[in-house]
């Protein structure tokens, strides 16, 4: 990846409300987002592009966060997974953590916190980029 | 989610601490441990604390307690990632020391010296908390670190939201209060994360004054309704007039946590006197969760 490449990002939620929120917010920080709110959608996509990061809910209808977890590793080992959930629980989050997932961000959260857990998964996958402030 | 431990050395702290260490345990939540030292001038020109000091023991407890509970294999607390970094000394110099961080997650430990209230908020604002969690005693007399003032003001000013822990007791019951024009989603997502952690039941009551509002609080009361049984949630919802809910809280059992709103639009704000929510926090028995 060259300096002057966006690291992309891949974002799943069924609620459009965090879409719609998260979206702009990470495209103003300078990245390149495309965000779902069906995972059949978001797993069609990801047989067409690997993604730098996805970030996924964990309660959907269809196939759940947990699920897409396991496809994105299995599919793109090199992605970096960024688990978001509202229902969190301790089994939730070990299995996540069992699965290889980069981080585990409980709603509510602020966008500053979802940031920063992008950066260090950007850095993680040697990723130097200039970012807006 | 990141948490804001507010601690002191009472017993009612160590309660609290078990509630943030369920709460992390399901959340993975960024945790900051403080307690604030009233100001002595011995402090400002020495930078060792007291060691005997009984808040400055009880941290480095509280710190051993979350480990030694969250601290296993698959943690993402556990000590694992070791490095040297730059911390900053005084008068502009740094000093490169190794340390331990979590895999994933920190637990910071903090000091703050001077007002309490102020310093809690203050830390709250600089690390972007989603919560405040602090322990108090019952009753009439909320109290915190021999203050009845702090609870009150750290619920009533917050930016964000804040849980007063009273009691070292499961939470079976959470009585949601409805009194609001808007809503904001972080706080009905605060409200997914505690049902579905405590297995609890979840009741909406709207509240009114002498027939006022309940147009606006039943409306609220539908929405709010719809956004959870969309989850999932089983909720029951019911109107109440305050002052009657009023004594229901303060005879509860314990294991209710009384949430409510508290935020710009409030329609409390509008109908009642700005001191009902440290009122509130006073009268209520059980635990409470201040919401924004």
Known sequence: MTSDQKTTILLLDDEPIVCKRLKPSLEKAGYDVEAFTKSRDAMHRLTEKQFDIAITDLKMDGMDGMAFLTEVKKRHPATEVIVITGFATMETARESYQKGVFDFVAKPFKLGEILEVVKKAEAKLGHVATRPN | ?292
């Open chain 2, 1 to 292: 989610m990141r948490i804001l431990f507010a601690a002191d050395a009472h017993p009612y702290s160590a309660h609290a601490l078990k509630k943030v260490i369920e709460l992390a345990r399901h959340t993975w939540a960024d945790v900051t441990l403080l307690s604030v030292l009233p100001a002595q001038p011995a402090l400002q020109g020495d930078i060792s604390l007291p060691p005997q000091d009984p808040q400055v023991q009880a941290l480095r407890r509280y710190r051993e307690e979350f480990l030694e509970s969250l601290g296993g294999p698959d943690s993402p607390y556990s000590l694992e990632r070791w490095d040297h970094e730059w911390i900053p000394l005084r008068n502009g110099s740094w000093e490169d020391i190794k340390v331990c961080r979590g895999a994933k997650k920190d637990v910071k430990v903090r000091i703050r010296t001077g007002n309490a209230d102020t310093e809690i908020l203050n830390e709250a604002e600089k690390d972007g908390s989603g919560l405040i969690v602090l322990g108090c005693s019952k009753g009439g007399q909320c109290v915190w670190n021999a203050s009845a003032a702090t609870p009150r003001k750290v619920a009533g000013n917050a930016a964000c939201s804040v849980l007063l822990a009273k009691e070292d007791k499961p939470i079976r019951r959470i009585l949601a209060c409805i009194d609001q024009i808007s809503v904001s989603q972080e706080s009905l997502e605060m409200i997914n994360q505690l049902v579905s952690i405590h297995g609890a039941q979840l009741e909406l009551v709207g509240l009114t004054q002498d027939g006022g509002a309940k147009s606006e609080a039943y409306t609220r009361l539908i929405q709010i309704g719809d956004y959870f049984s969309d989850k999932g949630i089983p909720v029951n919802a019911r109107l109440a007039e305050q002052s009657k809910f009023e004594s229901v809280i303060s005879t509860n059992t314990g294991q209710d946590l009384v949430a409510f709103w508290m935020g710009k639009k409030s329609l409390l704000n509008l109908l009642f006197p700005r001191d009902w929510v440290e009122r509130f926090v006073g009268v209520c028995q059980s635990s409470v969760l201040v919401l924004r």
